[in-house]
């Protein structure tokens, strides 16, 4: 190699490494800036929840969610959650939200039926569709669609964000043997499942979940619902009540729902849309599980160690109970031109999935129960 060579060779070096030196000096400023930036660049919602401060399962699932979203956009967008009373009220929900007074809620949609029947398709109706069977309709039945019109003509975009699963039947202060003993009963059932017990000679109300509580133990209610085990058990209705009835006819699968503003939905970015979509997707899924998990550990402690008392209602009340249940589902479903739609579909989906149901996840059951030694 020539002296000339040999100091090209060198220049180029070190050229090289003053380049790579550079490209490394660079990325370590971008590394340092781009935290702040984020963080300068982030946007924070306010979600109001109809769940009591910290309450398992439902008041976990709306902070979950809201984990969820803050970690898939690395932070970019957080969600401050408000537990039912800290900012509005438990059934106040949907009309700070449908106003802008808060950006997005957790809540069961079938709180808000008196917007207009069509919501109660949307949570759960009177022996219509299990978790699974819903969203499945909601999924690949047209169910979101219908959705996404009845919500928005309060400016709010909905979709599942949870699911409790099948609910019992619940908790009474006396046993139910006949239809008589419906009559004069002082329950709280919200929704259609509560019209259904409204035309048996039930006085009916709705109360917010902390309310249910002291309404039963100073007899202002003979018998409430709420979820099932898990739920109930945090509540302690085992102290006001020793009877636990089982199925419950009123709520087969109910979805909790993510309701968001609509302009605050259009102005978020199609990933941003897209990851509160899965995030809310994964929470449903997560919740369902955790509810069945929890709930058999539920029952076993009610029953062992609070001396509970299980009761199964009678095959010909439930079968007086779902006559008027479809009475009522229809009659709900007739309101309106678009309720007439959402009932349309969701009664198709039903008739269409159930038989399939019954040679499949009701024929494994019935198998599975045959007393063989496994």
Same mark, same amino acid.
């Given at each position: 190699?020539?002296?000339?060579?040999?100091?090209?060779?060198?220049?180029?070096?070190?050229?090289?490494?003053?380049?790579?030196?550079?490209?490394?000096?660079?990325?370590?400023?971008?590394?340092t800036l781009s935290a702040p930036?984020?963080?300068?660049?982030?946007?924070?919602?306010?979600?109001?929840?109809?769940?009591?401060?910290?309450?398992?399962?439902?008041?976990?699932?709306?902070?979950?969610?809201?984990?969820?979203?803050?970690?898939?956009?690395?932070?970019?967008?957080?969600?401050?959650?408000?537990?039912?009373?800290?900012?509005?009220?438990?059934?106040?929900?949907?009309?700070?939200?449908?106003?802008?007074?808060? =950006?997005?809620?957790?809540?069961? =949609?079938?709180?808000?039926?008196?917007?207009?029947?069509?919501?109660?398709?949307?949570?759960?109706?009177?022996?219509?569709?299990?978790?699974?069977?819903?969203?499945?309709?909601?999924?690949?039945?047209?169910?979101?669609?219908?959705?996404?019109?009845?919500?928005?003509?309060?400016?709010?975009?909905?979709?599942?964000?949870?699911?409790?699963?099948?609910?019992?039947?619940?908790?009474?202060?006396?046993?139910?043997?006949?239809?008589?003993?419906?009559?004069?009963?002082?329950?709280?059932?919200?929704?259609?499942?509560?019209?259904?017990?409204?035309?048996?000679?039930?006085?009916?109300?709705?109360?917010?979940?902390? @309310?249910?509580?002291?309404?039963l133990q100073n007899g202002t209610?003979?018998?409430?619902?709420?979820?099932?085990?898990?739920?109930?058990?945090?509540?302690?209705?085992?102290?006001?009540?020793?009877?636990?009835?089982?199925?419950?006819?009123?709520?087969?699968?109910?979805?909790?729902?993510?309701?968001?503003?609509?302009?605050?939905?259009?102005?978020?970015?199609?990933?941003?849309?897209?990851?509160i979509n899965s995030a809310a997707?994964?929470?449903?899924?997560?919740?369902?599980?955790?509810? !069945?998990?929890?709930?058999? !550990?539920?029952?076993?402690?009610?029953?062992?160690?609070?001396?509970?008392?299980?009761?199964?209602?009678?095959? =010909?009340?439930?079968?007086?109970?779902?006559?008027?249940?479809?009475?009522?589902?229809?009659?709900?479903?007739?309101?309106? @031109?678009?309720?007439?739609?959402?009932?349309?579909?969701?009664?198709?989906?039903?008739?269409?999935?159930?038989?399939?149901?019954?040679?499949?996840?009701?024929?494994?059951?019935?198998?599975?129960?045959?007393?063989?030694?496994?």
């Amino acid at each position: 190699m020539t002296k000339r060579s040999s100091q090209q060779a060198s220049d180029n070096l070190l050229s090289r490494r003053r380049i790579l030196t550079g490209a490394a000096a660079g990325a370590a400023a971008a590394a340092t800036l781009s935290a702040p930036a984020i963080a300068q660049g982030g946007r924070e919602l306010k979600m109001v929840t109809a769940w009591p401060p910290n309450f398992p399962g439902l008041g976990s699932a709306a902070t979950r969610v809201a984990q969820r979203i803050s970690d898939m956009t690395d932070g970019q967008l957080t969600i401050k959650v408000y537990a039912a009373g800290e900012l509005v009220g438990a059934l106040e929900t949907f009309d700070a939200v449908s106003t802008g007074a808060a =950006d997005m809620y957790h809540a069961a =949609d079938y709180y808000f039926q008196g917007k207009n029947p069509g919501f109660n398709f949307f949570t759960s109706v009177p022996f219509g569709l299990n978790a699974a069977e819903f969203n499945a309709w909601i999924y690949h039945g047209g169910g979101q669609a219908l959705w996404d019109e009845l919500s928005g003509q309060f400016g709010i975009k909905a979709m599942p964000c949870a699911n409790s699963g099948v609910q019992m039947g619940g908790w009474f202060n006396k046993e139910i043997n006949t239809l008589e003993d419906f009559k004069g009963l002082k329950m709280r059932m919200p929704g259609l499942g509560g019209e259904v017990l409204r035309r048996l000679g039930a006085n009916v109300l709705t109360l917010a979940g902390s @309310d249910i509580f002291p309404a039963l133990q100073n007899g202002t209610i003979d018998a409430t619902e709420w979820v099932g085990p898990w739920n109930d058990l945090a509540f302690g209705f085992h102290r006001a009540a020793k009877f636990y009835y089982w199925p419950g006819f009123h709520e087969p699968g109910a979805c909790l729902s993510l309701g968001i503003n609509r302009s605050v939905w259009d102005s978020l970015s199609n990933r941003e849309r897209a990851i509160i979509n899965s995030a809310a997707q994964a929470e449903d899924s997560f919740t369902l599980a955790e509810f !069945n998990a929890q709930n058999a !550990n539920a029952l076993k402690a009610l029953l062992n160690e609070h001396g509970v008392q299980l009761r199964k209602m009678p095959d =010909d009340v439930m079968r007086e109970i779902g006559r008027i249940s479809g009475e009522v589902v229809r009659e709900a479903g007739q309101t309106d @031109d678009l309720t007439r739609r959402i009932y349309d579909s969701f009664m198709s989906f039903r008739s269409n999935v159930m038989g399939y149901m019954e040679i499949s996840e009701e024929g494994y059951a019935a198998a599975r129960r045959l007393g063989f030694a496994y």
